[in-house]
């Protein structure tokens, strides 16, 4: 029955491949910045193609297509540093120990890593991303509808709202006399 977490493996091997997908979208999204920056022509640009659908005989500024590209470009980040949490810190916890120990790599959090501390790194990185997200709303806010802006975020507290309350139950676990004794045992 043990040995079932091994099943988990191409789960965490497909998450690699995603990784491999948001570096290539990195780098598109990049390439089209560069475009757009050196030609001076937004056309190369995805965010100013989805200004075009938005404000009908409008084009923004080319400061605000670069702000939009740069954020486009964090939100790419922001979900691959998710990618590599889930990936490195669910395989720790769930299905085999990577055994980093005195390695120059070894990132800080995962020496300390279980699952409920994992949540709460999750719950935070998704208030980031929602946070970039929202920040591009807002930007674009004379485009956008209110009711829009209002649903993004009305889920963007939501989120802050369910960090809080893992981070407060994960408090709540780690000072339980069972989390006490289990640290004593090891």
């Known amino acids: 029955m043990f040995a079932s977490r091994w099943l988990q493996l191409p789960l965490y091997l497909g998450l690699i491949v995603a990784q ?14 560069i475009q757009t920056v050196v030609t001076g022509d937004p056309g190369h640009s995805p965010v100013a193609a ?33 990618l590599i ?41 998704i208030i980031g991303i929602s946070s970039v997200h929202l920040l591009q709303t807002f930007i674009q806010a004379r485009w956008i509808p209110d ?5 993004q975020t009305f889920i963007h507290l ?15 676990l780690s000072h339980s006399p069972a989390e006490r004794t289990r640290d004593l045992v090891h």
């Open 20 to 33: 491999g997908v948001y570096v290539w979208q990195f780098l598109v999204e990049l390439w089209h910045l």
């Open 50 to 82: 989805s200004f075009a659908k938005l404000a009908e005989n409008e084009t923004p500024s080319m400061d605000v297509i670069v702000m939009l590209s740069v954020l486009a470009l964090i939100d790419v980040v922001m979900i691959s540093n998710l």
């Open 85 to 125: 949490m889930v990936i490195v810190g669910g395989y720790e916890t769930f299905v085999s120990r990577i055994n980093l120990n005195g390695h120059p790599d070894e990132p800080e959090w995962l020496s300390h890593v279980n699952a409920n501390v994992l949540k709460v790194k999750l719950g935070t990185a």
């Open 147 to 151: 009711n829009k802006i209002m649903w």
């Open 158 to 172: 939501a989120f802050v709202a369910s960090a809080i309350g893992l981070a407060w139950i994960d408090r709540l």
